[in-house]
């Protein structure tokens, strides 16, 4: 079946820190994958997403890279902002499935 | 364009008691889908919907849980005979019927359950 791994949170960073979130998946088939993030109080919304191999998605100072000889697609941002504390989730979407699964989310705090 | 629409935002309910979750698609979308997430947890699919169709409700639990999107209204997620595990926040959203593999979903703010 697919499954999505996240590295394990919360993580805590200081303004302007590199950030990186691991992301691993299982899959068969060719999936796209997505990066979407959750602030308080509030539903998920797309951060970025990437649909076959070594594609690399970005906004808003985030990327994220489909590698399919790791099975990894971690996010990544030079220069984290106060404003970026927020709830990541990586997720998969396989062609023969309507539905997407997601991983168990990471928290990210940064401080000023 | 209103986003996806879900209420109530907060849903309180005793024991034994039903909840009924409404979710509206944004517009043009065709696809409905639930997910559920747990305190401290990661969102857990349980069922994706079109008009008057189930298409996948692998993640349901098999007793007290429904779901519908009927041709005309909201779509219904239906909880019956609640137990406080049922407590979580629960999220709909939707896609548009586009090339599978790159269906992006479309978050409501959620509704939360809690039962006493």
């Known amino acids: 079946g697919n499954s999505v791994t996240q590295m394990e949170g919360p993580v805590t960073l200081s303004e302007e820190a590199f950030l990186t979130i691991n992301c691993t998946y299982t899959?068969?088939?060719?999936?796209?994958l997505f990066w979407y993030v959750q602030y308080p109080g509030e539903g998920l919304q797309l951060l970025l997403k990437?649909?076959?191999?070594?594609d690399k998605g970005s906004n808003k100072g985030f990327e994220a890279t489909y590698r399919k000889e790791t099975t990894s697609f971690h996010l990544e941002k030079g220069s984290v902002q106060v404003s970026d504390s927020a709830v990541y989730f990586c997720?998969?979407?396989?062609?023969?499935?309507?539905?997407?699964?997601f991983g168990d989310g990471t928290t990210l705090t940064v401080k000023p | 364009n209103a986003g996806v629409m879900q209420n109530p935002r907060h849903l309180v309910r005793r024991r034994g008691q039903e909840a009924r979750l409404r979710c509206s698609p944004m517009?043009?979308?065709?696809?409905v889908y639930w997910y559920r997430q747990l305190p401290e947890e990661g969102l857990k699919f349980m069922v994706y919907l079109q008009k008057e169709n189930i298409i996948d409700e692998s993640g349901m639990p098999k007793e007290r849980f429904s779901a519908e999107f009927p041709k005309e209204g909201p779509s219904i997620l239906r909880i019956q005979q609640v137990v406080r595990g049922d407590s979580a926040a629960y999220f709909c959203?939707?896609?548009?019927?586009?090339?599978?593999?790159?269906?992006?979903?479309?978050f409501g703010a959620g509704s939360r359950l809690t039962v006493l």
């Open positions: 899959a068969t088939g060719y999936p796209s």
């Open positions: 990437a649909t076959k191999a070594d």
């Open positions: 517009k043009g979308h065709s696809h």
């Open positions: 959203a939707s896609s548009p019927l586009t090339q599978l593999g790159a269906n992006v979903l479309t």
């Open positions: 997720a998969l979407l396989n062609t023969n499935a309507g539905k997407s699964t």
